[in-house]
C-alpha cells in the first residue's frame, strides 16, 4: 500500500505541475484578463479534486473490497468455531449429571476445563480481530477480582506458587486488552524462573508490580527488551514478542511501564496505573 500511494502522490505532483506550468506559460503568452485567470485557476482546481479523486478510488477500491470480503469471512469463521464450542459445553454438562463414576467425572472435568481454555482463546481471537476493524469499549472492574481469576488459571500448571497483594482497586480500561497483557507478563515471569519459586503481584500507590525470583536480565538485555523477536533464552518456548505487544498495549491506553532486573536476581515489571484508575 505505501508503493502504491507513493506512485499515486508522484503521478498527481507531476500531472498537477504539468498543468499549472502550462496554464501559466498559456496567461503569461496571451496576457488574459484578471477574469480568466481566475477562471482558468477553477478549472485547475476542479481537475486538481477529480484527478485526486480517480487515483484514490483506484487505490483503495480495491483494498476496500478485500477488507468486506475479509471481514465477511471472519464474521461467518467465529460464528461457526462457536457452535461446536457451545455444544462440547451443553453435552460435557448434561453427562455430568448422570453420571457416578469417579474417573469418567474426572475425564468430564478435564474436557470441561479444555472448552474454557478453547472459550478464552475464542474470545480472544473475536477481540483482535474487532480491535482491528474498529475501536474496543472502556470496561469498568475490579482489579483484584480480575487478577484472582487469572492467577487460579495459571496455578492449574502446578508450577509457581503465587502471592498476590491487591486491595479493592477499580480501573476503567480495555479489559480483554488488559488479561492479555497481565497473561504476557506472568508467562515470562514463570518461563524465567524455577519452579515452584514465588512470584508476587502488589499494588501500592496505583502502581502494580510483578515480582520473580528468577534468571534476571542484564542491563544490555533490558535495552533490548521491548523489541519484536528478542528472547532472553532462546531455548525457552516462545517467539519473543510478548513484552513487545505489552509495550504497544500500554503504549495505548496510558498505563507506565518499568522494568528492573538483575542478573540471577529476578525482574520486577512495575505498571503506572494511575491514568485508567477510577
Not at 524455577?194 to 542491563?219: A, C, Q
Request: net charge negative; with cysteine; aromatic share 8%.
Amino acid at each position: 500500500m505505501r508503493k502504491e500511494l507513493l506512485l499515486a502522490g508522484v503521478i498527481y505532483f507531476v500531472t498537477m505541475f504539468t498543468l499549472l506550468l502550462s496554464i501559466y506559460r498559456f496567461v503569461e503568452t496571451w496576457q488574459l484578463s484578471t477574469l480568466n485567470v481566475f477562471v482558468a485557476g477553477g478549472l485547475v482546481l476542479l481537475v486538481a479534486v477529480g484527478w485526486g479523486y480517480v487515483l484514490t478510488a483506484l487505490i483503495f477500491a480495491p483494498s476496500k473490497k478485500m477488507e468486506n470480503t475479509l471481514s465477511d469471512l471472519t464474521h461467518n469463521i467465529i460464528h461457526e468455531l462457536n457452535i461446536p464450542l457451545a455444544t462440547i459445553k451443553a453435552n460435557a454438562s448434561m453427562l455430568k449429571k448422570g453420571m457416578e463414576d469417579e474417573k469418567s467425572l474426572k475425564r468430564l472435568g478435564r474436557i470441561e476445563d479444555a472448552s474454557v481454555r478453547l472459550e478464552k482463546l475464542y474470545n480472544e481471537l473475536v477481540y483482535s480481530i474487532r480491535k482491528e476493524m474498529h475501536s474496543i469499549e472502556k470496561e469498568r472492574f475490579y482489579l483484584h477480582a480480575l487478577l484472582e481469576e487469572r492467577i487460579a488459571i495459571f496455578e492449574e500448571q502446578g508450577r509457581n506458587r503465587f502471592e498476590l497483594g491487591v486491595p479493592q482497586y477499580e480501573i476503567e480500561v480495555d479489559k480483554i486488552g488488559f488479561e492479555q497483557m497481565f497473561d504476557n507478563l506472568i508467562s515470562n515471569a514463570m518461563k524465567y524462573s524455577e519452579k515452584e519459586s514465588l512470584i508476587s503481584i502488589v499494588l501500592e500507590d496505583n502502581t502494580l508490580s510483578i515480582i520473580d525470583r528468577g534468571v534476571g536480565m542484564s542491563s544490555t538485555e533490558l535495552l533490548q527488551v521491548y523489541e519484536r523477536y528478542f528472547q532472553v533464552d532462546e531455548q525457552k518456548e516462545g517467539v519473543g514478542i510478548g513484552l513487545n505487544l505489552v509495550k504497544s498495549y500500554c503504549d495505548e491506553v496510558g498505563i507506565g511501564i518499568h522494568i528492573y532486573s538483575e542478573k540471577n536476581e529476578g525482574t520486577k515489571v512495575m505498571l503506572n496505573l494511575a491514568t485508567i484508575h477510577i
